[in-house]
């Protein structure tokens, strides 16, 4: 039975037993932890989507192993529709939680594996699509969260890996036995990583000769010994301790990033999926960032939950007539309709790899992530000026249940129409979430630097555009004849 319910995910996740650190203490009840359950909620909603009929056809698809129906989340694109049926589906799922739901990178490595794999067994008889594909079948058939690790902290940016004062500034092999290695080092920004019930450890940079101990793709079971979990903070996670989850903005949905240690651990040649060819790690590096850049889509459904607070407060306070909101408010449209073309884009110009693995288009993969390293900003910025200063002054939910303070702010803080108080103050606290609180991570931060930061994508653009095709048309325009 390959995909399982929300409840079954929850169930299947419980089972890990993994060590988890947060505010300086272990955490025990890592499913109940009100600041870690909302981002576990927000996964969750990837199998509760699934099983909805009218969003099964984005939702699901066929495996090309098995032929069983599975999530999208676990499948490898096998056509240019796979592709955008997947942008469409980061962009529903973004819509439908209002933050980062975390399972696109897991999809994002595993497609990038299928790809990768096959090209090193082609230049070294080696057996790594084998292996891969036995792996993708336990994860589809089991219908699991992968947690895709690329960023290593890498110390001295100046310094290649094998330079590094300290060793393990990039994961690394440091054990060959028969049966397997053993790795050390660190993954950091590890989204969603609680919620996974597999980590995929891809490079973070193209490796030389030098460096080859660094170049290595595997995945473990998140629970494997010697793997440590530190929790990040964000601006306000604390307000999720809080009896009322009003003063959250986001009720049910979040994310959570991590630190995340490997300590000596131990992987069975089964799971290893690159060892020490060093020639390939950028090309997976590349292919990774191409399809993570792609899933920036989910951007476009944030904006969409952002719009909508807006457009709500606006008309909470009367002012949604007037035209320069109007204006703005077409502003943030565009902007966030402009994100969703480049994603939609770069898919409907993928093709197909030698593996049979479709990937997008890579030019137009990094123009997207480009544009959502800026335009979320923008549309921020237009949703503070619309919403005004009580995105930031609002008393606490509870003021507004309390006797004495609660019937100041019944009185003065009701909208247009008796809109009472508690809407306006609700809207308000969603649109500060989405824009300056913990969901600002997922939504700002994220959007800046997640799938690689803009300098990334600005090296692969001028590296992809044909600039020789486009001097040649220039010149050709207006008589300059040395091209002939
Ligand atoms: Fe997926 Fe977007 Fe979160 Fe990245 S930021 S994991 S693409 S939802
Ligand atoms: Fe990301």
């Given at each position: 039975m390959p995909m399982k319910t929300p409840e079954e995910y929850i169930e299947s996740l419980r089972k890990l037993n993994r060590v988890v650190y947060m505010f300086g203490k272990r955490v025990e009840d890592v499913m109940n932890n009100p600041i870690l359950r909302p981002s576990l909620n927000a996964v969750a909603m990837t199998y509760s989507m699934a099983r909805r009929p009218e969003y099964a056809d984005l939702m699901t698809a066929t495996s090309h192993i098995s032929g069983k129906k599975i999530n999208r989340f676990t499948h490898i694109h096998q056509n240019v529709d796979d592709l955008v049926k997947k942008s469409k589906m980061g962009r529903l799922m973004g819509s439908h939680t209002g933050c980062c739901f975390q399972r696109c990178v897991g999809m994002d490595a595993l497609n990038a594996l299928s790809i990768v794999t096959y090209d090193i067994d082609a230049r070294y008889g080696t057996e790594y699509n084998k292996r891969f594909?036995?792996?993708?079948?336990?994860?589809?058939?089991?219908?699991?969260?992968?947690?895709?690790?690329?960023?290593?902290?890498?110390?001295?940016?100046?310094?290649?890996p094998h330079k590094q004062p300290d060793p393990d500034m990039y994961v690394r092999v440091i054990e060959e036995r028969k049966n397997g290695i053993v790795v050390r080092g660190a993954k950091v920004h590890q989204t969603g990583a609680l919620n996974s019930h597999e980590i995929i450890v891809m490079p973070t940079i193209t490796m030389r000769e030098e460096d080859r101990d660094y170049a290595i793709s595997f995945a473990v079971p998140a629970d494997t010994k010697g793997i440590t979990y530190i929790i990040g903070r964000q601006a306000s996670d604390t307000r999720k301790l809080e009896k009322g989850k009003m003063d959250q903005g986001n009720v049910s949905f979040g994310a959570h990033e991590a630190l995340m240690?490997?300590?000596d651990v131990f992987v069975p040649w089964d799971r290893v999926f690159m060892y020490k060819e060093y020639d390939f790690s950028g090309q997976l590096v590349e292919q990774f960032a191409a399809y993570h850049r792609q899933s920036y889509a989910c951007k476009a459904g944030v904006g969409d939950v952002l719009i909508g607070a807006v457009q709500t407060i606006a008309e909470y306070n009367g002012t949604d007539k007037a035209a320069h909101i109007k204006d703005k408010i077409v502003e943030m449209n565009h902007l966030n309709e402009t994100l969703y073309c480049g994603c939609i884009a770069c898919a409907a110009e993928g093709h197909r790899e030698r593996s049979g693995t479709y990937t997008v288009d890579s030019l137009l993969a990094n123009v997207h992530k480009q544009n959502v390293t800026r335009f979320p900003y923008e549309i921020s910025r237009l949703a503070?000026?619309?919403?005004?200063?009580l995105v930031v002054t609002l008393p606490s939910e509870?003021?507004?249940?309390?006797e004495e303070a609660g019937k100041w702010l019944?009185?003065?803080?009701?909208?247009?129409?008796?809109?009472?108080?508690?809407?306006?103050?609700?809207?308000?606290?969603?649109?500060?979430?989405?824009?300056?609180?913990?969901?600002a991570?997922?939504?700002?931060?994220?959007?800046?630097?997640?799938?690689?930061?803009?300098?990334?994508?600005?090296?692969?653009?001028?590296r992809l555009v044909n600039m020789k095709e486009k001097?040649?048309?220039?010149?050709?325009?207006?008589?300059?004849?040395?091209?002939?």
């Open positions: 594909l036995k792996y993708l079948e336990y994860v589809q058939e089991n219908d699991l969260v992968c947690d895709g690790a690329m960023t290593d902290p890498k110390g001295d940016r100046s310094l290649p240690v490997f300590d503070q000026d619309i919403a005004g200063g509870d003021d507004l249940k309390s019944k009185k003065y803080f009701r909208g247009k129409d008796n809109v009472p108080a508690e809407n306006r103050m609700r809207i308000l606290r969603l649109i500060e979430n989405l824009t300056m609180g913990t969901a991570v997922g939504y700002l931060t994220e959007s800046m630097h997640g799938a690689g930061s803009p300098q990334a994508q600005r090296i692969m653009i001028s001097q040649k048309n220039s010149k050709k325009l207006c008589g300059i004849k040395d091209d002939e």
